[in-house]
């Protein structure tokens, strides 16, 4: 089993910026990719933000204002999210898929508002 932990979130004005982290642990072999995702009150998840077998991919919504890292060697993953709006508001989940397994942290929530 792996287990994701997020860290990161909070209250933010708008305009403000966080800086979202995931550490995962437990019986990792292999890292296929790890990233972001977020569920809106009422919506579904959504992908925020992907590092698949070196690429990145970002969701159009986010693109120029998040930012996503990552340390393999270190099984980590970061998000750093500047010139947040109020619609970034939303629950964010740390995603990893490992030996071809899909994993997900118990989520951060995130809110922008004044």
């Known amino acids: 089993q792996v287990q994701l932990v997020e860290s990161g979130g909070g209250l933010v004005q708008p305009g403000g910026s966080l800086r979202l982290s995931c550490a995962a642990s437990?019986?990792?072999?292999?890292?296929?990719?790890m990233g972001w995702y977020r569920q809106a009150p009422g919506k579904q998840r959504e992908l925020v933000a992907l590092?698949?077998?070196?690429?990145?991919i970002y969701a159009d919504p986010v693109k120029g204002r998040f930012t996503i890292g990552g340390d393999n060697a270190k099984n980590t993953v970061s998000l750093q999210m500047n010139s947040l709006k109020p619609d970034d508001t939303a629950v964010y989940y740390c995603y990893g898929r490992f030996a071809g397994m899909d994993f997900w942290g118990k989520g951060t929530l995130v809110t922008v508002s004044s």
């Open positions: 590092i698949a077998r070196g690429n990145t």
């Open positions: 437990g019986s990792i072999f292999s890292v296929n990719d």
